[in-house]
Structures are given as structure tokens and as C-alpha cells.
């Protein structure tokens, strides 16, 4: 998945809250695209005004260059930036994330998946794999599909694993959002016009289904018991919007609900090898 205006407003977020933006060096799982609108994107980039970042760089006969997300990670004040890619001549690394890392690299501070690891057939290794790279203290975001978007990827991926991850790992869960009607959310802020509808970020607040993520051992559905029924409520009125109907009509697939997920992986209890989470304990049926 591209990073669109909506992922830009999460970091923009991230940042304002102190997660992100201490000069970190990060690996992006996948080098990710800006899929927006340019205006909307040089508005924001406008607002970060980091000194010694070119933010026209951004921009390449018209539209985005190559390397643009470099650019808005810089801005947003990570240091060093690095990519993996089975096939973009573009990353750094060339890994197949189906497999354990045989190339020794140094720790990470961030590591993206934005949109990656569904599109892994062994997806747990993906989640190992992130273990395995990141340093005690750092920072992993995720951005994944959790409800529709059918035949997008191999995986759907619950909320209930990061939690899950996060108790058996030692991880703490700094922001959870869950975005209904992800694609319909997405295309409105970008049909926005205007400066100040430009310049006014995404309202987070304002989402409908809110996850509870305070207790870091408590599992997902003590800590949130009412999610299921409201985030299944909340997709079949996502459905019969008129809006969203627009959009079907166009692309029966594009009625789908994302988490954004930002752990992390805390120095003291972080295990040393990944531990696979199992439900058997928790889940009640």
C-alpha cells in the first residue's frame, strides 16, 4: 500500500505525540509511494519547514519522484533511511520476507509495514522478521487491511494479533486507530479543495469504532467487548452509505477497514526471540 494523506496526517500525528521524529534510522518494509494529492502533500510538507530537507524534491515532472517518501521522512525528522524488496530495484536490501533475514543488518530505531505483510504468504515470519530488526526501545507502525478488502492480499490481520504480540513479546501499543471504510475516508480527504481544507489534517478523533489499548497484558476482547458487534454495525452502515455505493459501483472491492497500529518494543521486556502468540489461552468460545 502507497502512503496516501491520510497515513501522512498518522505521521503527522505520531510525531506531534513524540513517537517518531528523533533522528531515527529506519527500514521501510517495502518502499512505499505517495498516492495522493500533490497539493495536499506540499501543504503539509510546508507545515514541517525541517531545516536542510528540500521539499521540492518531492516533486518529479509533475508528480512524485521516485525517491518522494525519503523526502517526507526526513521531514518528519527520521535520520537515515533504508528499504527492503524482493523486486524494487529501488530498496536497499533485497529480501523475501517468506524467509528468516540471512543478511546481517544493524538494528532498526522504525520500521514501516505499511501495507506489506498481507501480501506475505508466511506472514507470521513477517512479524518475526520485525523482531528480529528492530532494537530494544524501537518503533514498529503497521498499517494493514482488517475486515473486507477481499482478494487484496493473502491476509486479513486482526486486531487482536498486535495486542497478542505485544503481551508475549514485550511490546506496548502507543496508538491504535481503526479506519472504517478505509478507501472512502482516503478518497474524501483527498477530493478536498482549498488551502485551508488542504492544510486541516485528518480528524483521528473522529473515528467511529475506538480501540482500547491501555492495559498491555489485558487481551483485546476484555480490554474492547463490544468490538466485534460495532466494527460488523459500523461496515454494513459504511455499506449503505450513498457515498460508499458510489464507490462500489466503481470497484466492488473498495469497502474495507484498516488498522494503524505504532508499538513499541520495550528495552526491559523485550524477548530476545520471537514468541509465537496462541489463542488457546485467552479465547473463549
Known amino acids: 500500500m502507497a502512503i ?103 538494528g532498526f530505531d522504525l520500521i514501516t509495514n505499511f501495507g506489506t505483510a498481507e501480501h506475505v504468504f508466511n506472514v507470521a515470519q513477517v512479524f518475526m522478521t520485525i523482531h528480529q530488526l528492530l532494537k530494544d526501545g524501537g518503533v514498529v507502525l503497521h498499517i494493514l487491511p482488517a475486515l473486507g478488502d477481499c482478494n487484496h492480499g493473502f491476509w486479513n490481520i486482526h486486531p487482536t494479533v498486535f495486542f497478542d504480540i505485544a503481551r508475549e513479546n514485550g511490546y506496548e501499543i502507543l496508538d491504535y486507530q481503526y479506519m472504517d471504510n478505509a478507501y472512502g475516508r482516503w478518497f474524501a480527504l483527498h477530493q478536498t479543495e ?26 483485546f476482547q476484555a480490554q474492547n467487548p463490544h468490538f466485534t458487534a460495532m466494527a460488523a454495525a459500523q461496515y454494513l452502515n459504511n455499506a449503505n452509505d450513498p457515498e460508499t455505493q458510489r464507490h462500489l459501483k466503481q ?19 523485550g524477548q530476545p526471540l520471537f514468541k509465537f502468540p496462541s489463542q488457546s489461552m485467552y479465547v473463549k468460545f
Request: hydrophobic share 40%; glycine share 6%.
Open 251 to 269: 470497484n466492488p472491492t473498495l469497502l474495507f477497514d484498516y488498522s494503524y497500529v505504532a508499538m513499541r518494543k520495550l528495552p526491559s521486556l
Open 194 to 219: 482549498g488551502l485551508e481544507a488542504m492544510t486541516a489534517r485528518f480528524d483521528f478523533a473522529s473515528l467511529p469504532v475506538k480501540i482500547n489499548f491501555s492495559n498491555r497484558l489485558a487481551p
Open 4 to 106: 496516501n494523506t491520510v497515513t501522512i496526517d498518522w505521521l503527522l500525528k505520531l510525531q506531534s505525540d513524540g513517537v517518531i521524529g528523533h533522528g531515527e534510522t529506519m527500514l521501510e518494509l517495502g518502499p512505499q509511494d505517495l498516492m495522493a494529492s500533490l497539493p495536499h502533500v506540499m501543504a503539509r510538507l510546508q507545515q514541517l519547514d525541517r531545516a536542510g530537507v528540500d521539499i521540492n524534491a518531492v516533486i518529479d515532472n509533475g508528480g512524485f519522484s521516485p525517491s518522494s517518501q525519503k523526502i517526507l521522512y526526513a521531514a518528519l525528522g527520521v535520520g537515515r533511511y533504508y528499504s527492503t524488496d524482493i523486486v524494487d530495484a529501488r530498496a536497499d536490501y533485497r529480501i523475501d520476507l517468506n524467509y528468516p533475514v540471512q543478511t546481517p543488518l544493524n
